[in-house]
């Protein structure tokens, strides 16, 4: 019986990149890194698929300020404790 291969990300990336390129066929890529096509044709549909999200989580990150975040949660966190302490007081605990 033989044993599944394990490819890092490293690898499928590269394999993935050269096929996104077009210089060379799926074949060719298949006989060059020993990988089935249909294998090829996966990595190149998720790195389709995945870079829109890469770019746009980056933005996300850029954009979000994080002194303005901590300030947002301490807020939350009085109103909470406030409103923490007014139900203690009316339940008697």
Known sequence: MKKRRNYSADFKARVAL???????????????????????????RKAQEGLPDLFARKNARQDSDPQAEIKELHAKIGQLTVENDFLSKAFGK
């Open 18 to 44: 050269e096929a996104l390129s077009g210089a060379h066929t799926l074949a060719e890529l298949s006989s060059k890194h020993k990988v089935h096509p249909n294998m090829i044709a996966q990595w190149k």
